[in-house]
């Protein structure tokens, strides 16, 4: 996967771990509010005052999320929270002893909201204070007292339950980064010829169509170089479909040799190539072109000791004699029938020099 879709697919992630966030924070306020005014009625006003100030502390983390929209402070903000009241829940006992009984909550939030690594450290903090309360009752802080029989079963299953959620997170995370490692192969297949390895016409598209955004922006010129190798059916029939491809192999090697860092050859279609030539003018575009040329020319393509006719000819067009992709296009395809229509292994339109004069003014 590309960069950018990577990039995309995690702040997908983190979207829908904001949206989860919102949502449990506002069940939690429904549970605290609920909780705080049973225990008020009940007599138990301490236990009630400090579950609105929870209630509170939910409240400003949420609103302070809505107002900067800081998704990492907010999850901070949430796991501080969760801990500190599961922490209150265990030393208090809460109402009839029943506080621990929250924690079971604790495992799947903790990995859903953090790494595995940060989770697996929160969730061992979590049973090492859950344990030191058990044991040490006289502990100042402690104001609950458990029965034996609860404790061993408390965290007996709280310990399977947290390593339950390890586990589960730990093949979530491996059939995540599977999805996105088969999304990235086949995001490269569907953009890259097979046979030459080049990008495909739907990428070139892609990339024509950046580059043009591109020189709308920011008034960047660039080219393109239509090619179509001469009389390829030719070598098909007379020495068969794999010298073909060979010969297709081979040029596509050599154009990448040629073209600098930042030009972009593609494979257009069959037989055809086109080079995107940003930050290039026209008569740097037919440089260049002149050159792919003669080298094809002066290569010497062999097959069983024999050369083979291999020639090209090309189109070339600058976007500052055009005012889309598509007319681009369209012109420097009637170049290049033009290169054609003129005898093939030529470039079109051509350079004018002392000694030529160019079809195209004349
Ligand atoms: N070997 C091979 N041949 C291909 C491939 N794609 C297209 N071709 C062949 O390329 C040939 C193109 O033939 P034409 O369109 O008649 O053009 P041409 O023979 O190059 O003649 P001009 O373009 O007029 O110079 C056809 O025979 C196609 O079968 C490919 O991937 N491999």
């Known amino acids: 996967m590309n960069r950018r879709k990577h990039l995309n697919f995690n702040a997908n992630e983190e979207v829908s771990v904001s949206r989860v966030l919102t949502g449990l924070s506002l069940a939690a306020l429904i549970c605290l509010a609920g909780i705080s005014i049973?225990?008020?009625?009940?007599?138990?006003?301490r236990h009630a005052i400090v579950l609105g100030l929870f209630f509170g502390l939910v409240v400003v983390n949420l609103v302070?999320?809505?107002?900067?929209?800081?998704?990492?402070?907010?999850?901070t903000g949430m796991l501080f929270i969760v801990g500190g009241l599961f922490v209150y829940l265990v030393a208090s006992g809460g109402e009839s002893n029943t506080g621990p009984l929250w924690l079971y909550v604790f495992p799947p939030l903790v990995f859903y909201l953090t790494s595995l690594r940060i989770g697996t450290i929160l969730l061992a903090a979590c049973l090492a204070f859950t344990l030191l309360v058990f044991q040490f009752p006289q502990l100042p802080f402690v104001l609950a007292h458990y029965e034996t029989n609860f404790q061993l079963r408390f965290f007996t299953t709280m310990l399977f339950e947290s390593v339950f959620c390890f586990v589960l997170e730990t093949s979530r995370l491996n059939a995540r980064n599977e999805l996105m490692r088969l999304a990235a192969s086949h995001e490269q297949a569907a953009r890259t010829d097979?046979?030459?390895?080049?990008?495909?016409?739907?990428?070139m598209q892609l990339q024509l169509a950046n580059e043009f955004s591109r020189y709308q922006r920011s008034g960047h010129h660039f080219s393109v170089v239509l090619i179509d190798l001469d009389h390829f059916k030719q070598i098909n029939d007379t020495y068969g479909h794999d010298v073909g491809d060979l010969v297709l192999q081979a040029?596509?090697?050599?154009?990448?040799n040629i073209c600098r860092q930042s030009d972009r050859p593609c494979r257009w279609g069959g037989e055809e190539f086109l080079i995107l030539l940003p930050d290039t003018s026209l008569l740097q575009a037919l440089t260049l072109s002149e050159r792919l040329r003669y080298e094809v020319e002066q290569h010497g393509f062999i097959h069983k000791s024999q050369r083979l006719p291999v020639s090209i000819s090309a189109g070339v067009c600058s976007i500052s004699q055009s005012d889309s992709i598509d007319h681009l296009l369209r012109q420097a395809d009637k170049n290049l029938y033009d290169a054609k229509e003129s005898g093939r292994n030529r470039i079109s339109p051509r350079v004018r020099t002392p000694s030529t004069r160019s079809p195209a003014s004349s």
């Open 38 to 45: 049973k225990s008020w009625q009940s007599g138990h006003h």
């Open 64 to 75: 302070s999320y809505w107002i900067t929209r800081n998704r990492a402070r907010n999850k």
């Open 194 to 203: 097979a046979l030459t390895g080049l990008p495909n016409r739907r990428d």
């Open 251 to 256: 040029f596509a090697e050599l154009m990448q």
